[in-house]
């Protein structure tokens, strides 16, 4: 591919080369999950994740229903899975050959939980992801957990972030537009 020069060939080869290497285990880590929940039979989203295009994250993040961590991690943990943290917020776990895993079962900050349960759980969609069959929350609790984790979590919303918040906002504000056009019509 050619970039116009903006960048040495060299340094271009380079970095397509990391970024292909990420998806990679990008890849590998999804498909890992899927098959992990679906042999212990539990309901899991994936999180912070789908932004229309593949990207490489710098981790994974998991939505687990309340009250399922506990049995989560000893079953990871068989699984030679290294559980790094765990908090209030979030259970951090990695394991060589995939990205960093971080599981939540709620978005709590401030020693508030932001969203609740059952409106995050509330018809999931799939969506296909590097290849792979992900499911995530419905638009509403995808596009609030987004911000709430950017703003309260990170305390930054990236560019990316910013662009898929913004897909959410202009395919609502067609909708309205389109009902608003075939009610005066």
Not at 67 to 81: P, R, V
Request: charged content about 25%.
């Amino acid at each position: 591919m050619n970039y116009g020069g903006l960048l040495p060939q060299k340094l271009t080869n380079r970095l397509l080369k990391e970024e292909e290497s990420a998806l990679e285990k990008l890849t590998k880590t999804l498909s890992y999950l899927n098959s992990f929940f679906s042999d212990m039979e539990l309901d899991f989203m994936f999180i912070k994740l789908f932004r229309n295009l593949d990207y490489a994250p710098r981790d994974v993040d998991v939505l687990l229903k309340r009250g399922q961590t506990s049995k989560i991690l000893s079953a990871l943990k068989k699984e030679n899975i290294c559980v790094k943290s765990s908090g209030n917020i979030e259970t951090k776990c990695e394991k060589e050959g995939l990205l960093d895993i971080d599981f939540y079962e709620g978005f709590y900050y401030l020693s508030l939980n932001f969203l609740d349960e059952d409106f995050l759980w509330k018809t999931p969609k799939t969506v296909t992801f590097c290849g792979v069959e992900c499911t995530i929350p419905n638009p509403d609790a995808d596009f609030l957990s987004l911000i709430i984790h950017s703003l309260l979590g990170h305390r930054y919303l990236s560019l990316l972030d910013f662009l898929y918040a913004k897909s959410f906002l202009i395919d609502d504000w067609k909708s309205e537009e389109m009902i608003y056009q075939t009610k005066t019509h």
